[in-house]
Nanobody, 115 residues
Framework: QVQFVESGGNLVQAGGSLRLSCAASGSTFSIKTIGWYRQAPGKQREFVASINNGGSTYFADSVKGRFTISRDNTKNTVYLQMNSLKPEDTAVYYC?????????WGQGTQVTVSS
């Protein structure tokens, strides 16, 4: 029943920045841990970052020091600030609760980093 809408993806040059947004439906957002994931063509979906209901964050080693995750519970929205982007960051980015819901993933938002 929960739906996620990702936005903010774009084409950007290496070294640039993007800010992704994830809006979630439902009334329990404030107590949920939320994660960002990404999937490149031909590759498995991988974990990128997460933030729990207390604001504690985790990052994949590949993005540590470059990405920041935050949330606004009044807007049921989580953000992913991506700096110093690299071509290997190119992927479709998705968000979901952790543990993941049984429903479908959102459509994701495409991030393309050119060299």
């Amino acid at each position: 029943q929960v739906q996620f809408v990702e936005s903010g993806g774009n084409l950007v040059q290496a070294g640039g920045s993007l800010r992704l947004s994830c809006a979630a439906s439902g009334s329990t957002f404030s107590i949920k841990t939320i994660g960002w994931y990404r999937q490149a063509p031909g590759k498995q979906r991988e974990f990128v970052a997460s933030i729990n209901n207390g604001g504690s964050t985790y990052f994949a080693d590949s993005v540590k020091g470059r990405f920041t995750i935050s949330r606004d519970n009044t807007k049921n929205t989580v953000y992913l600030q991506m700096n110093s982007l690299k071509p290997e960051d190119t992927a479709v980015y998705y968000c979901n609760y952790i543990p993941q819901t049984m429903g479908p993933w959102g459509q994701g938002t495409q991030v393309t980093v050119s060299s």
